[in-house]
């Protein structure tokens, strides 16, 4: 019976067995999204039996490699300027940028009882305080837009340390070396513990992600499926559980 | 054309810690080195590995690692109260804890290999003459053991500037303070800023050349002398 005929037989079977259409396609997708891409991704597998590779980074640094043609088919950054960069540098596919979640970010200490308020940035003797670093990091520039709206940036320049990206800005808050920070809403929105204040919307200018087709997934059925996926309504509730708003419609 | 003047704080800042951090060095790794040279102790070899892991590791895990001891939660946040803080992280002093424990390997190996070079006889020749164990060391064995030193204190300092991953992971890129030269680096190329980046990259590559060189020169004559005896 396992001759090696018929295991060749039966592994011939299962290949052909496969979905006709089934298709694979890498994205690119900035850090602070990476725990919804990844939900997003499994429920896109098993509803369209596309195979999705996520790769995780900032975005400067994706947008750096995807410049130099690394094999992405979608880009999913946290900003705006990149994948609008990509279009016009003919990186990406032209008239393909959409907005595919708003982020949100919030003070967030691990310390239960520390953050109560924006009254904290200035009460509390803040010995550091973390934000991603606002020149590549669109959560960064954000913390700075609302520390400035409040009227405590001047008081808290000095303070300032600055992760990579808000991935790093989250572990230095959670390994409590800096004892609070703004980090995104994303990181901490499935965490009971610490304290936390979401920071207003109208405290600083719209952290809108846009994703963009990259030219090497214009003929890529898998990638622009996703790219459709990620709008849907199944998508949408997953972005909400997440914190993160839904984007263009 | 750049502004130089804001180019030089972080190349400051990076020759300060590579400085304090081969002095620190030279201090914790002798001992090492000559215990690991010296020592009958059939676990020793398992204190070399120990030491040497640095070599292996990727920064990525020393900086993780570093970051928890540095923090309220591990012996830095206990120190750092101290002082009033909770954490050395993002301090200047952590970056030379950082520093230190990544370049321990490349200290304490030519020293050891050094003080192995030099044997038993010189030490014994001198013990005949009653030279106290303190006085062989400092007046024997050291001196014997220069070359060692030399080349351990050259790749510590060189090994420091050149440092990135266990920065990136500690130090929070705070002006004169934790933004080395190779964190400016990666941030100005990050941000597009080329000519920048050009500039000090061009800089690190001419100092890394002439360091390899002096130490490849070092080694040279060191076995030039050994030979010609």
Redesign the interface.
């Known amino acids: 019976m396992t001759s090696p005929r018929s295991l060749l037989a039966l592994v011939a079977c299962l290949v052909l067995a496969a979905p006709a259409q089934a298709g694979e396609a890498r994205v690119a997708v900035a850090a602070n999204f990476t725990d919804a891409a990844r939900e997003i991704g499994a429920l896109f597998t098993k509803t369209t039996g596309h195979d999705i590779r996520l790769s995780f980074g ?1 975005t ?2 994706l947008y ?1 490699q995807i410049a130099l043609v690394a094999p992405f088919d979608a880009f999913l950054a946290a900003d705006r300027a990149g994948p609008e960069k990509a279009v016009t540098e003919g990186l990406a596919v032209a008239g393909s940028r959409f907005t595919y979640a708003t982020g949100r970010i919030v003070l967030f200490s691990r310390d239960a009882g520390l953050v109560k308020g924006p009254e904290t940035l200035t009460s509390v003797n803040i ?2 305080i ?1 934000i991603a ?1 606002p ?2 990091a669109p959560y960064g520039k954000a913390a700075i837009e609302a520390m400035t709206a409040l009227g405590v940036f001047d008081t808290l320049r000095g303070k ?5 990206n808000i991935a ?1 800005t989250y ?2 808050v959670h ?5 609070l920070g703004f980090v995104a809403l994303s990181q901490v929105v499935r965490y009971e513990g610490g304290s936390r204040w979401p920071v207003p919307e109208d405290l600083h200018a719209p952290i809108a992600q846009d994703a963009v087709l990259l030219k090497g997934g214009r003929d890529n059925p898998a990638a622009r499926a996703f790219l459709d996926f990620i709008k849907g309504l199944q998508a949408r509730a997953i972005k909400e559980q997440y914190g993160y708003g839904p984007g263009d419609r | 054309m750049p502004d130089l003047a804001l180019l030089w704080p972080p190349v400051r800042l990076t020759l300060e810690l590579a400085a304090v951090t081969t002095l620190v060095l030279l201090v914790v790794a002798t001992p090492i080195a000559w215990w690991l040279a010296r020592a009958q102790a059939r676990w020793k070899e398992g204190v070399a590995a120990v030491v040497a892991l640095p070599l292996v590791l990727p920064p990525t895990v020393l900086g993780f690692y570093l ?2 001891l ?4 591990g012996p830095g ?1 206990w120190l750092a109260r101290a002082f009033g ?3 050395l ?2 301090t200047f002093e952590g970056l030379v804890i950082g520093s230190v424990v990544y370049s321990l390997p490349f200290v304490v190996q030519p020293v050891r290999n050094a003080f192995e070079a030099v044997g038993n006889a010189p030490l014994e020749a001198a013990a005949s003459l009653r030279a106290s164990p303190w006085d062989r060391f400092w007046s024997v064995a050291v001196p014997l053991a220069r070359p060692g030193f030399l080349t351990g204190a050259i790749l510590s300092f060189a090994h420091t500037v050149g440092e990135f991953g266990v920065v ?3 130090g ?3 002006p004169g303070e934790t933004r080395v030269l190779s964190i400016a680096i ?2 100005q ?3 597009l800023a080329y000519t920048e980046a050009h500039i000090l990259s061009a800089g690190l590559l001419a100092f890394a050349f002439a360091v390899l060189l002096a130490v490849f020169a070092l080694n040279r004559r060191f076995a030039f002398r050994v030979t010609g005896a």
Do not use: C, H
């Open positions: 900032a400067g640094q750096t010995a550091r973390a670093n020149v590549t300032i340390v600055q992760g990579t790093q572990q230095f390994t409590g070396n800096a004892p | 970051l928890i540095l923090g309220p939660d946040g803080s909770t954490s992280a993002f990136l992971m500690i929070g890129s705070i990666y941030e190329v990050e941000t």
